[in-house]
């Protein structure tokens, strides 16, 4: 089962930018289609944007659409979200996860199988 890591998080001003990354040590992830989910306290977690193994499609929820970019360094083993324009409510713990077999979009939380631990990004002035 393939541990995903992810890393970046942290205390970022409204209307600030933060890159978060997706690794897996010891695992090749080039292969493997990657969503970034999120999830609010209280709320239930959403999927924000998946890329697929080449990096070539791409796709964004439309709360971050035009504010997000997901690509993928496949030799560097690294999958990364920019996130710029900050809102408080991109406020949340944000995974990344690879799907356990076939996926759909709007992405399904339970359609992914290997998850990391999650970075918590915090929007607040």
């Known amino acids: 089962q393939v541990q995903l890591v992810e890393s970046g998080g942290g205390l970022v001003q409204p209307g600030g930018s933060r890159r978060l990354s997706c690794t897996a040590p010891?695992?090749?992830?080039?292969?493997?289609?990657i969503g970034w989910f999120r999830q609010a306290p209280g709320k239930e977690r959403e999927g924000v944007s998946v890329?697929?193994?080449?990096?070539?499609?791409?796709r964004y929820a439309d709360s971050v659409r035009g504010r997000f970019i997901v690509s993928r360094d496949n030799a560097k083993n690294t999958i990364y979200l920019q996130m710029n324009s900050l809102k408080p409510e991109d406020t949340a713990v944000y995974y990344c996860?690879?799907?356990?077999?076939?996926?759909?979009?709007?992405?399904?939380?339970?359609?992914?199988?290997?998850w990391g631990q999650g970075t918590q990004v915090t929007v607040s002035a």
């Open positions: 996860a690879t799907p356990a077999d076939t996926w759909t979009w709007p992405l399904v939380p339970s359609e992914f199988g290997a």
């Open positions: 890329i697929n193994a080449s990096g070539g499609s791409r």
């Open positions: 010891g695992f090749r992830l080039a292969n493997n289609v």
